[in-house]
């Protein structure tokens, strides 16, 4: 029982620490601003802001370019997720949520930052990654002259089907013409040959 109590307390007792990042030119009274955003989740400290250097390519943010990044570490009596506090305090500071961004405190400390930079190239103007060898196969002339093989082999193909067709139907007529000439139900009329007299003698 009194082991049980112990977990309760030590749960009513847990803290969630995120370490928050905001880039660029901050807002007024950006301290007060935080306090008030936080206050929803019941803060238990929270720490003055950090800024570093302006860097090129700051590290949480590699699409930003030539900024600062002020670090504010904030301990917070109820659970929440980085991605949420990211939106809220974006939402309140008034803040781009491309300029917020929100960690755990584990999150923060795995997070390499021996990470080298790599000089930007602009995708306009860098080779398509992984493009297809055979690309150029299904553009320009090649695809031109492929269309038109293509094109003359169904052209041949429905010559073949209308010759087959036309044959068929001939063939057809023919056994009917057959038949009908074999059936022993056909009369032959003959004519009655000019000058003979059929009558009898007198």
């Known amino acids: 029982m009194e082991s049980e109590f112990k977990k309760i307390l030590a749960e009513s007792k847990k803290t969630y620490k995120f370490k928050l990042g905001l880039a660029g030119n901050l807002p007024e009274n950006i301290n007060d601003t935080l306090k008030t955003a936080l206050s929803k989740y019941e803060i238990v400290s929270l720490s003055k802001g950090k800024k570093t250097p302006i860097q090129e390519r700051p590290l949480d943010f590699p699409k930003l370019q030539n900024m600062e990044v002020t670090y504010f570490d904030a301990e917070l009596a ?59 196969d299904h553009v ?7 269309i038109l093989k293509q094109m003359e082999k169904d052209r041949q193909q429905i010559t073949m089907a209308k010759e087959d067709s036309k044959n068929k139907k001939e063939k057809q007529l023919q056994d009917r013409e057959e038949k009908a000439s ?21």
């Open 78 to 136: 109820y659970p929440t997720t980085p991605e949420i506090l990211e939106q809220y305090v974006s939402l309140i500071t008034k803040m781009s949520n491309s300029h917020v961004i929100a960690r755990t405190a584990t999150q923060h400390e795995d997070y390499p930052t021996d990470k080298k930079e790599e000089p930007y190239v602009a995708k306009l103007e860098s080779p398509l990654e992984q493009a297809e060898k055979k690309a150029q």
């Open 140 to 146: 320009g002339q090649k695809r031109v002259i492929e």
């Open 182 to 202: 074999a059936s022993p139900l056909t009369k032959v009329k003959h004519d009655k040959p000019e000058g003979v007299s059929t009558g009898g003698l007198k």
